[in-house]
C-alpha cells in the first residue's frame, strides 16, 4: 500500500520540488506573521496620534502620547523642520515589514513557477518511449501544485501589503495634520 501511495507522488517528492513548497509555507507562516504584528501596531500608534490630534483640535496640547511630543521634548522645539524629521523618522518606522510583504508578493508566484518548471523536467526524465496521456497528466498536474502554492502566497502578502501601506498613509496623515496644528501656534 505505502510504496503505492509513494509512487503515485514520486514528482511531487523531488527534493526541490519540496524545498519550494516549504520555502513558500515558510513565507506563508512570515506573511501572517509580520501583517498581523505590523497592523496591530499601526493601529495602537494611529489611535494614539488621533487621540493626540483631536486634543489639538479642541485647544489642548499635544498628548504625551504622540511620537511627536517626544520628538518635541528631546529638541526642545516646535519648529516645522524639526517636526519635519521627526514625521521622516515616524515613515521610517512606519514602513518597517512593508518591504517584506512587497517581495514576496511579487516572488512566490515565480518561486512556485520553478518548482513546476523543476517537476515537469523530472517527470519527463522519468517517463519512456510509451508515453500516454494518462502517464503525462497526473505528472504536470502534481508539478503544478508549486506554482499554486506560490499564488497562494502571493495573494495574502499583496492583499496584506495594501492593507497595511493604507494604515500607514492615516498614519502619515494624522501626524502632518499635528505639525500643521502645532507649528501655526508659534
Not at 506563508?28 to 493601529?43: D, E
Not at 516646535?78 to 511579487?106: D, M, R
Not at 513557477?113 to 517537476?119: A, C, D, H, P
Not at 523536467?121 to 508549486?146: C, D, K, Q, R, W
Request: hydrophobic content about 50%; aromatic content about 10%; glycine content about 6%.
Amino acid at each position: 500500500m505505502l510504496p503505492e501511495i509513494l509512487s503515485k507522488y514520486q514528482y511531487l517528492a523531488n527534493p526541490i520540488t519540496l524545498t519550494v513548497i516549504g520555502w513558500l509555507l515558510l513565507y506563508l507562516f512570515l506573511v501572517f506573521f509580520v501583517f498581523f504584528y505590523r497592523l496591530f501596531s499601526l493601529n495602537s500608534w494611529i489611535k494614539k496620534e488621533n487621540d493626540s490630534l483631536n486634543t489639538l483640535i479642541m485647544g489642548g496640547n499635544i498628548s504625551s502620547n504622540s511620537s511627536l511630543n517626544s520628538c518635541i521634548q528631546r529638541s526642545n522645539s516646535k519648529k516645522a523642520h524639526i517636526l519635519n524629521a521627526c514625521i521622516e523618522a515616524s515613515i521610517k518606522e512606519g514602513k518597517k515589514g512593508l518591504s517584506f510583504l512587497a517581495i514576496v508578493s511579487s516572488t512566490a508566484p515565480f518561486i512556485g513557477l520553478f518548482g513546476t518548471v523543476v517537476s515537469i523536467l523530472v517527470a519527463f526524465g522519468h517517463m519512456g518511449n510509451n508515453t500516454s496521456l494518462s502517464l503525462v497528466a497526473p505528472a504536470i498536474s502534481e508539478a503544478l501544485i508549486a506554482t499554486a502554492v506560490g499564488i497562494l502566497v502571493a495573494i495574502p502578502a499583496y492583499s496584506f501589503h495594501q492593507i497595511l501601506v493604507s494604515r500607514f498613509d492615516d498614519l502619515i496623515s494624522t501626524l502632518k495634520m499635528q505639525r500643521d496644528l502645532i507649528t501655526t501656534d508659534d
